[in-house]
């Protein structure tokens, strides 16, 4: 699982600009899809080989005692509960405030991996104008900008030496035959309906796993032999063999089920429509490569006008979702989820595809010939020939010259054909160019 980061401090420190520069995004394929709305507080970063999650959790006031601050305080509380380590961020030019010492008092007590990081540090002589940030009592400071980008490497490497990650971590998982599914979705959508009438079914054979904790959720199953596993989903708690949701909806639970997932079944409410919530989820499973399936639940529950908006604000609001299959269904009434269950087995069928080099040349090169890449100012891209660089999400590497001249445009061409020859619906396709010099 990837390990988790959490920023924590002050307003006005430097906290989203240090969340910017850790979660630049390291696919700029996916970055330019129309309409993908990445939350301000969540998000995923890569170091060399080492990938992890952020969350900034905005300005914390632990003394909190009502309203927004007091819900600010809660949230915060919870993504310190589960992150891994925290990075407290304070203003290395402005000095310690008294917020600060609350904020570190908190933190000595929860006892967490904590990393102190005095921002705003660029152009400063350290050892000096640092030494008062030791009053904390949270050892070393860290000196950095944010802005400049100065101490964010090491920043990094600091914040995953502990956690010990193998060096490889993706690649030694992959099992294809058993497909991880994670239910992700708000509270409330039907998470712990759908999944119970699943498990009720007696075509679902779910035992036990030795070994889960009581609060780790993880269900192998079979259906007409296929395996599955349920990865840990969000929200949810086993009681005996039912699943209930829970009150308290934990994002970095949502965050770490949908990495540990092959394929994320994302549910939606039909009485509610697209929610900025549902397209922040939808936007991190896509960065994270996932097999998607869309089921709109609670389809019972509403007539054919409030059908026809949650319709539109599908196709408006997650149109980078267009690859993934649809389904409208009611898990109360049991109706319509036969073929969530094929859509599902098929998403994980193209992520996990396998593409040879010579197949993926000669459709790389009719697809040129059919329409050739633009010229660039002074160059015509060449592409030469294509090789696969990675499953689940399947990855397409294009090499030749002056690549970078490649449009956004022409890549869709691309990758639109590259879906039809090879039937890859309900995975993300990624085209990477390498030009040769
Ligand atoms: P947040 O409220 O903690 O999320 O802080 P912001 O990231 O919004 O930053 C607050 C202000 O500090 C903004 O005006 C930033 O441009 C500025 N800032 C952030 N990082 C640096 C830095 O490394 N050096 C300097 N000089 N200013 C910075
Ligand atoms: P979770 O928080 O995502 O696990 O959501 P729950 O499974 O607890 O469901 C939340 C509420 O929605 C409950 O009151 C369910 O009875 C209701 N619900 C779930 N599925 C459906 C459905 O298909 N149709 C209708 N009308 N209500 C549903």
């Known amino acids: 699982m990837k390990p988790v980061l959490a920023l924590v401090g002050r307003p006005n420190v430097g906290k989203s600009t240090l969340f910017n520069r850790l979660t630049k995004s390291r696919d700029a394929i996916v970055a330019d899809y129309a309409g993908l709305t990445r939350d301000r507080h969540y998000g995923q970063g890569k170091q060399g080989k080492h990938e992890y999650i952020v969350i900034d ?79 904390l009592g949270l ?83 079979e259906r007409q032999g296929q395996k599955f596993e349920l990865v840990d989903t969000a929200g949810l708690r086993r009681k005996g063999k039912v699943f209930e949701a829970i009150e308290k909806f934990s994002v970095v639970k949502t965050l770490q089920a949908i990495e540990s997932a092959n394929v994320v079944l994302l549910l939606l409410d039909a009485e509610q429509g697209v929610t900025d919530q549902d397209a922040h989820i ?54 319509g989820l036969g073929p969530v269950w094929n859509s599902i087995v098929k998403a994980h069928k193209s992520a996990m595809c396998k593409m040879s080099t010579p197949i993926l040349t000669r459709l790389l090169l009719e697809a040129v010939q059919f329409q050739s890449p633009q010229r660039g100012g002074m160059f015509r891209p060449k592409l030469r020939y294509a090789h696969q660089g990675g499953m689940n999400p399947p990855v397409i590497v294009i090499h030749g010259n002056s690549l970078e001249h490649v449009t956004e445009s022409y890549k869709r061409f691309l990758e639109g054909r590259f879906r039809k020859a090879f039937d890859l619906s309900g995975t993300p396709l990624r085209i990477e160019m390498k030009t040769s010099t």
């Open 57 to 135: 959790t905005g300005g914390f006031e632990p003394d909190a005692s009502s309203g927004i601050y007091k819900e600010m305080a809660k949230q915060t509380q919870q993504a310190v509960a589960e992150a891994d380590v925290v990075i407290f961020v304070v203003d290395g030019r402005a000095g310690l405030s008294a917020q600060d010492h609350d904020i570190a008092k908190y933190l000595r007590k929860i006892g967490k991996p904590c990393l102190l990081v005095a921002n705003k540090a660029e152009g400063m002589r350290e050892g000096i104008q640092l030494s008062e940030f030791y009053e």
């Open 282 to 335: 939808a936007g991190f499973a896509l960065e994270s490569g996932r097999a998607m399936v869309l089921a709109v639940n609670k389809w019972d529950a509403v007539d054919d006008y409030q059908r026809q908006l949650v319709q539109r604000s599908i196709e408006t609001r997650l149109p980078f979702l267009s690859f993934a299959n649809m389904h409208f269904i009611s898990a109360k009434k049991r109706q």
């Open 139 to 221: 050892g070393e400071v860290l000196a950095i900008s944010a802005a400049h980008g100065q101490g964010i490497r090491g920043l990094v490497d600091l914040a995953l030496e502990p956690l010990h990650l193998p060096e490889d971590p993706e690649e030694s998982e992959v099992d294809a035959s058993v497909i991880k599914l994670a239910v992700a979705g708000r509270p409330n959508v039907g998470k712990s309906t759908l999944i119970n009438t699943w498990l009720g079914e007696e075509r679902l054979v779910a035992f036990d796993m030795p070994g889960t904790t009581r609060d780790a959720i993880s269900v192998p199953f």
